[in-house]
């Protein structure tokens, strides 16, 4: 949820398992169901951890967020983060990430740089969810026989 009243985010955690188990296993195609309570996970995961740090950043730059915004877009999510992107852009870390991102890609296109060590958490989640569905598909060829995407 990202909402604002009276330029205050409001941080609502949600009910814990978001869309997770909202639509039963039988009635889908079990990508489907995984791709939307992945999204949902992905999606609370930034209104409830992300964007409270993003507003307490604004609320420590407020006069610089707010000083272009017409009242009636002081409590949009959306414009509140347009404006502090704006200012964001002009700070070192910004800047310094843009010409990081090129050494980054250069050193990735030539091999330089191990890609192991980057994200190594979430990498392996995201190779266990990987490998666990192939097996739970290969495992199900015999009666879905060629229809696996």
Known sequence: ????????????????????GA????????????????LDAYNRWVCEVLIPIVFQWIEEHYKEVYQGISDENKDDVGVVVASAFEIVKTMSSYKNGLEKAKEFEEAKETGAVDLKTINPVWADIARKVREDTKKIFD???????????
């Open 1 to 20: 949820m990202m909402l604002k009243w009276t330029t205050q985010n409001l941080v609502k955690n949600g009910n814990g398992s978001g869309l997770c």
């Open 139 to 149: 495992h199900k060829e015999d009666v879905l026989k060629g229809t696996i995407r």
């Open 23 to 38: 639509y039963p296993d039988w009635a889908m195609h079990p990508s489907w169901i995984a791709g939307v309570e992945g």
